[in-house]
């Protein structure tokens, strides 16, 4: 085996999208020293992608349930709104539009009634799996 390929530097603009944030936010961020970003070439500022990395779970850290006191081994966790609820005599299909992404969830009936889940109502997917496939970009 050879050495790992290099990792890209992301734009700002790129980054933002990768953590769900405005580019606005991102610059903020870079600018109060939160992340360390270089210039390239042309004077754009641009993050290496191990930083980019090592701040994103510096993020996830920082919204760990465990440290609100609701300890859980699920690590996967999509804040995001309801965006659409089926309900059927036994279940319910729910979708989350979480930043960029959907999540669509299979529960009871009784569950989605108990928890309000309405259009618009405030949510998160936790997920737990041990499927996962990945795919690189």
Do not use: C
């Not at 089926?86 to 992404?101: C, H, K, N, R, T």
């Amino acid at each position: 085996m050879g050495l790992p390929a290099p990792v890209n530097p992301y734009r700002i603009g790129e980054a933002a999208a990768m953590l769900g944030v405005s580019a606005d936010t991102m610059r903020r961020w870079v600018d109060a020293g939160r992340v360390a970003a270089e210039r390239d070439e042309h004077g754009h500022r641009i993050i290496p992608g191990a930083q980019l990395a090592a701040f994103a779970r510096e993020l996830a850290r920082s919204d760990n349930p465990e440290a609100e006191g609701r300890p859980s081994s699920a690590r996967n966790r999509f804040p995001g709104i309801v965006t659409h609820v089926v309900l059927g005599d036994v279940a319910a299909q729910v979708e989350i539009q979480a930043g960029p992404f959907r999540v669509v969830s299979l529960i009871s009936r009784e569950s989605a009634e108990e928890l309000g889940l309405v259009p618009g109502a405030a949510a998160t997917a936790v997920i737990k799996s041990t499927n996962v496939m990945v795919e690189r970009a």
